[in-house]
């Protein structure tokens, strides 16, 4: 990394210092108005106790008390270490957790001056969600890293991104298709079951298996609810019925974009041996799931904002494609994004197969396995 990259990078590390700092004390130390931290924290206590995870509990939540838990009984067990320390410091270590993730995970995958615009453009997004203290930074983070981990043939570590993610917000499962396009399909899929199956037995470390199936009913009870409220949230779906007065469900929608989604690698499967291929796909999957995603809210979009700015970053600028970028970023996110997904889907579609000697290497040659785990992640950088 030059110098002037380094400085640049302490800069952006200090500008993101002072975010989470702000977001801490204006959540934390201000004011306590704010409750969605404290249902995240609540919730392993409530586990710990034997309560339902999902009801109401707005006494211990502040005045603005006005949601519910909604991640898995998995998730409330992942919550734990913030339940044994202050409020304050509970805070801190989350929003420095969903920031700091995100930002190594992006330098992990970017050359350093590219990752530098990479996190100034992200910035901004980054913010609204450590401000919201919402996990979706945390999110973004862990899909990054497992796409990574399948590149470097990290089969388990990749799995457990994608477990995590997934106890979380259940999108995450999306991107198991690159364990399923991954040269070792059969191995990746079973690191992955592994993995998934250990982290939804985890609350069984304090509650019995009868108690744990019940609360999982009750998740899902909550989550089915949550899916016919068709007016919440910013994805395509609420959006379309507002511009055309309908009150059509979310499913047709969804499967529409599903199926524009996997569209590349079912016309273009020969095209997944391409390392810029595979990246553009991972930018997609990004924006997928929060355009899709029926309980889309506005902090949601630092997700889509890192496919987009990952992306953009990796091309070649245009006036349209920034114009497009800029119109996401600035705060009216839905149909911006959809072009942009839908840009890059052109793209995915017309490229073209890389020569051989320009694409990387497979993992099909055993002998060249744990070579191809330190020459992956390179390569992957090169072609960004």
Request: net charge positive; charged share 15%; glycine share 4%.
């Amino acid at each position: 990394m030059s110098n002037s990259s380094v400085q640049h990078r302490r800069w952006l590390l200090a500008v993101y210092a002072v975010g989470v700092a702000v977001a801490t004390l204006q959540r934390g130390v201000w004011s306590r108005e704010h409750t969605t931290f404290a249902i995240f924290r609540q919730s392993f206590l409530h586990l710990f106790r034997h309560q339902n995870l999902y009801a109401a509990y707005p006494l211990e939540q502040g005045t603005a008390a006005a949601d519910l838990f909604k991640y898995s009984p998995s998730a409330a067990m992942l919550f734990a270490p913030l339940a044994a320390v202050p409020y304050p410091v509970a805070l801190l270590g989350w929003n420095l957790l969903n920031a700091g993730l995100l930002v190594y995970a992006v330098t992990r995958l970017l050359p350093p001056r590219r990752a530098n615009l990479a996190l100034l453009l992200l910035a901004p997004e980054v913010f609204v969600a450590v401000q919201s203290s919402s996990s979706n930074a945390l999110i973004a983070g862990l899909l990054l890293l497992a796409a990574f981990a399948y590149e470097e043939g990290r089969l388990l570590r990749a799995g457990g991104a994608l477990a995590v993610g997934a106890a979380i917000k259940i999108f995450p499962v999306a991107a198991l298709i690159f364990g399923m396009m991954h040269v070792y399909r059969r191995r990746a899929l079973l690191a992955a079951a592994v993995v998934f199956a250990a982290v939804l037995a985890l609350p069984l470390l304090v509650i019995g298996p009868a108690e744990l199936l019940e609360q999982y009913r009750w998740w899902a009870t909550l989550q089915a609810r949550d899916a016919r409220d068709l007016m919440f949230g910013l994805s395509l779906m609420p959006q379309f019925r507002h511009w055309w007065e309908v009150r059509w469900p979310n499913w047709p929608v969804q499967a529409v974009g599903t199926v524009l989604f996997l569209l590349p690698i079912l016309l273009r499967r020969d095209r997944w041996r391409s390392r810029a291929f595979r990246f553009e796909y991972l930018c997609s999957l990004l924006i997928y799931v929060v355009l899709f995603n029926h309980q889309a809210e506005r902090q949601s979009f630092v997700i889509a904002a890192t496919g987009a700015v990952l992306w953009y970053v990796t091309t070649e600028p245009t006036r349209e494609r920034s114009l497009l970028l800029a119109l996401a970023l600035i705060g009216v996110p839905t149909f911006p994004y959809l072009a942009l997904w839908l840009v890059i889907h052109a793209g995915l579609l017309r490229r073209e197969g890389e020569a051989e000697s320009e694409a990387p290497r497979t993992m099909s040659m055993a002998r060249d396995r744990m070579a191809l785990r330190r020459r992956w992640p390179a390569s992957w950088r090169q072609a960004s």
